[in-house]
């Protein structure tokens, strides 16, 4: 995909977050091209939640900017919130109220246009149909993960962040999550950044891969460039070449 | 996707700094969970109505024994000092329905880890508290009139013949109501679900200081000051006045409504700060846990 003329849709400079004697994210700088996938890869504390919470204002930097769709997000941030969205498994929708009425609640705050049509569209496209009057706490979890990306898509967002988006959900119900979320990105010309573990996800839709350690960013490339430059097999293979500290030296060392 | 209905050519929506839509939203949200669940709807009316028939019934019977003074001889109809006791317990319960209503829609999102969801979407800090502000008024509503009702039945009184007063009344306890929800919840954001404790406790600390139930004169001079820095405490003397003299103090319900903007304020202010500490802190990230 060609997103060499686009302006960037993220641009994080200096990105620092200290936590008293801890330092989770130490001056990171990227950007992201609009229209492209890009992933937040790394190990447990490596800093990928602590980051994309920074992006979405949720935590504030201790140093460093973020500009989101051009906006800087230090000043006047809710003037951008309504073209982007997130999803997390770590945080959930009301479970007492009905997927619909979620949908309509959260279709409402983001001031969505024609929102009876948009639900329809969504219950259609992501098969919430069979349980859309149901209360969400009593849907499977494989069915919550589908209502969160609707509730994460209910504004059409430019720029979409996903906290590991199919953590604990079955190979099929996953790879059904990573076909939407690839549609979505080819039809609407949309920006996903997603943290996330798990590597043949990676590999499968990102153009690019962050891969983060200790609050550093370790490598920055696609992930075939990544698997090339490690002399690995796999994307896997690399993340554990950069999780275990052996880094390039020691894949390249092993290699020979 | 479906090529027949693809939802990603759908309009996209505008920036509005301030919008009545999203505050509609957040109470149609809480609406949901209130008609979702009568349990939640019947404890509105359960401890108001428990306080009322303990007292209303004490009261009954004090006067029934003749030991209660301004007592009605043979019980019956409520003399002055029944009068006075069970409009304070009507009060206070405005009071407390009016905090709480505000603490429980903002609870309903930590419990429901929901709060994240909130603050990455465009609804404002202030529409978030404008759309609790207006749910405490329906929860206290929802509380309190069927208990006037229940009031006038069981113990002939009737607290809407406090008239204009009422109003003023209810104004000055909701607003402290407010300012002392703004707060909890601030400290709730801040510090975690370990803090919600202060949510159910708080307003009790002040119960005997804002003197609910004896004139300020009983107080020691030095907690007559603290006594007098707490708009109850005006409400609950104007309450005594217009129900024992059938006098209106208006000065009273000025004095309280200009500490309760004063309060209002500070815990506005405090809120926002609470806010970006959670953010500082990250606690944000992980709320409910």
Same mark, same amino acid.
């Given at each position: 995909?060609? #997103?060499?003329?686009?302006?960037?849709?993220?641009?994080?400079?200096?990105?620092?977050?200290?936590?008293?004697?801890?330092?989770?994210?130490?001056?990171?700088?990227?950007?992201?091209?609009?229209?492209?996938?890009?992933?937040?890869?790394?190990?447990?504390?490596?800093?990928?939640?602590?980051?994309?919470?920074?992006?979405?204002?949720?935590?504030?930097? /201790?140093?460093?900017?973020?500009?989101l769709l051009?906006?800087?997000?230090?000043?006047?941030?809710?003037?951008v919130l309504?073209r982007i969205n997130f999803?997390?498994?770590?945080?959930?929708?009301?479970?007492?109220?009905?997927?619909?009425?979620?949908?309509?609640?959260?279709?409402?705050?983001?001031?969505?246009?024609?929102?009876?049509?948009? =639900?329809? &569209?969504?219950?259609?496209?992501?098969?919430?149909?069979?349980?859309?009057?149901?209360?969400?706490?009593?849907?499977?979890?494989?069915?919550?993960?589908?209502?969160?990306?609707?509730?994460?898509? =209910?504004?059409?967002p430019e720029l979409?962040l996903?906290? &590991?988006? #199919?953590?604990?959900?079955?190979?099929? /119900?996953?790879?059904? =999550?990573?076909?939407?979320?690839?549609?979505?990105?080819? /039809?609407?010309?949309? #920006?996903?950044?997603?943290?996330?573990?798990?590597?043949? &996800?990676?590999?499968?839709?990102?153009?690019?891969?962050?891969?983060?350690? @200790?609050?550093?960013?370790?490598?920055?490339?696609?992930?075939?460039?990544?698997?090339?430059?490690?002399?690995?097999?796999?994307?896997?293979?690399?993340?554990?070449?950069?999780?275990?500290?052996?880094?390039?030296?020691?894949?390249?060392?092993?290699?020979? | 996707?479906?090529?027949? +209905?693809?939802?990603?050519?759908?309009?996209?929506?505008?920036?509005?700094?301030?919008?009545?839509?999203?505050?509609?939203?957040?109470?149609?949200?809480?609406?949901?969970?209130?008609?979702?669940?009568?349990?939640?709807?019947? &404890?509105?009316?359960?401890?108001?109505?428990?306080?009322?028939?303990?007292?209303?019934?004490?009261?009954?019977?004090?006067?029934?024994?003749?030991?209660?003074?301004?007592?009605?001889?043979?019980?019956?109809?409520?003399? #002055? +000092?029944?009068?006075?006791?069970?409009?304070?317990?009507?009060?206070?319960?405005?009071?407390?329905?009016?905090?709480?209503?505000?603490?429980?829609?903002?609870?309903?999102?930590?419990?429901?880890?929901?709060?994240?969801?909130?603050?990455?979407?465009?609804?404002?800090?202030?529409?978030?508290?404008?759309?609790?502000?207006?749910?405490?008024?329906?929860?206290?509503?929802?509380?309190?009139?069927?208990?006037?009702?229940?009031?006038?039945?069981?113990?002939?009184?009737?607290?809407?013949?406090?008239?204009?007063?009422?109003? +003023?009344?209810?104004?000055?306890?909701?607003?402290?109501?407010?300012?002392?929800?703004?707060?909890?919840?601030?400290?709730?954001?801040?510090?975690?679900?370990?803090?919600?404790?202060?949510?159910?406790?708080?307003?009790?600390?002040?119960?005997?200081?804002?003197?609910?139930?004896?004139?300020?004169?009983?107080?020691?001079?030095?907690?007559?000051?603290? @006594?007098?820095?707490?708009?109850?405490?005006?409400?609950?003397?104007?309450?005594? @006045?217009?129900?024992?003299?059938?006098?209106?103090?208006?000065?009273?319900?000025?004095?309280?409504?200009?500490?309760?903007?004063?309060?209002?304020?500070?815990?506005?202010? @405090?809120?926002?700060?609470?806010?970006?500490?959670?953010?500082?802190?990250?606690?944000?990230?992980?709320?409910?846990?």
């Amino acid at each position: 995909m060609n #997103t060499l003329a686009r302006p960037d849709a993220v641009r994080a400079e200096g990105l620092t977050k200290q936590y008293q004697a801890a330092r989770a994210v130490d001056g990171i700088s990227f950007s992201i091209p609009q229209g492209s996938i890009t992933a937040l890869l790394g190990g447990n504390g490596a800093g990928k939640t602590t980051t994309l919470g920074m992006l979405l204002g949720l935590v504030l930097p /201790t140093a460093g900017s973020v500009h989101l769709l051009g906006q800087d997000m230090s000043q006047g941030r809710h003037r951008v919130l309504h073209r982007i969205n997130f999803q997390s498994p770590y945080i959930a929708l009301p479970l007492s109220l009905t997927v619909r009425q979620n949908l309509r609640v959260f279709g409402k705050l983001y001031g969505v246009p024609q929102l009876g049509r948009r =639900i329809d &569209e969504l219950a259609e496209a992501l098969e919430l149909g069979d349980f859309l009057d149901r209360e969400t706490g009593k849907i499977s979890a494989g069915q919550k993960t589908r209502v969160a990306l609707g509730k994460a898509l =209910i504004n059409s967002p430019e720029l979409l962040l996903l906290d &590991e988006p #199919t953590a604990s959900l079955d190979p099929d /119900t996953g790879d059904w =999550i990573r076909t939407q979320l690839e549609n979505y990105r080819r /039809t609407r010309g949309a #920006t996903l950044l997603l943290a996330s573990h798990n590597m043949l &996800e990676v590999e499968r839709l990102a153009d690019d891969v962050i891969m983060l350690k @200790a609050g550093r960013i370790v490598d920055h490339a696609a992930p075939s460039a990544l698997i090339q430059k490690y002399g690995r097999e796999t994307l896997e293979d690399v993340f554990l070449d950069v999780a275990r500290g052996r880094g390039l030296a020691g894949a390249q060392a092993e290699t020979t | 996707m479906s090529r027949s +209905a693809d939802p990603n050519t759908a309009p996209r929506p505008r920036y509005r700094a301030f919008s009545l839509e999203r505050v509609g939203a957040m109470v149609l949200r809480y609406v949901y969970v209130l008609r979702s669940s009568w349990p939640r709807l019947l &404890e509105l009316m359960y401890w108001p109505l428990l306080q009322l028939l303990t007292w209303g019934f004490l009261q009954q019977y004090l006067s029934q024994q003749g030991g209660a003074p301004g007592a009605s001889p043979g019980g019956g109809a409520l003399g #002055t +000092a029944g009068r006075v006791l069970l409009g304070s317990v009507l009060l206070w319960e405005v009071l407390v329905r009016g905090q709480l209503g505000f603490n429980m829609s903002f609870l309903e999102e930590m419990w429901s880890r929901n709060m994240a969801n909130l603050l990455i979407s465009p609804l404002s800090r202030l529409e978030l508290v404008l759309s609790m502000l207006s749910m405490s008024v329906l929860r206290m509503l929802v509380s309190i009139v069927p208990i006037t009702v229940l009031a006038i039945f069981f113990f002939d009184y009737n607290l809407w013949s406090l008239g204009v007063g009422l109003g +003023a009344f209810f104004v000055n306890l909701l607003m402290t109501g407010w300012a002392l929800a703004i707060l909890t919840s601030g400290l709730v954001l801040r510090n975690g679900m370990g803090a919600e404790g202060l949510v159910w406790s708080m307003m009790f600390v002040l119960m005997p200081l804002c003197c609910v139930f004896y004139p300020v004169s009983v107080l020691p001079s030095f907690l007559q000051r603290v @006594a007098w820095v707490l708009p109850p405490t005006y409400v609950f003397e104007g309450m005594r @006045a217009l129900s024992a003299q059938q006098v209106f103090r208006s000065d009273l319900m000025l004095q309280a409504f200009a500490i309760n903007v004063v309060l209002l304020s500070l815990a506005g202010v @405090a809120f926002a700060q609470l806010v970006d500490g959670a953010r500082r802190s990250g606690s944000l990230m992980s709320i409910g846990e």
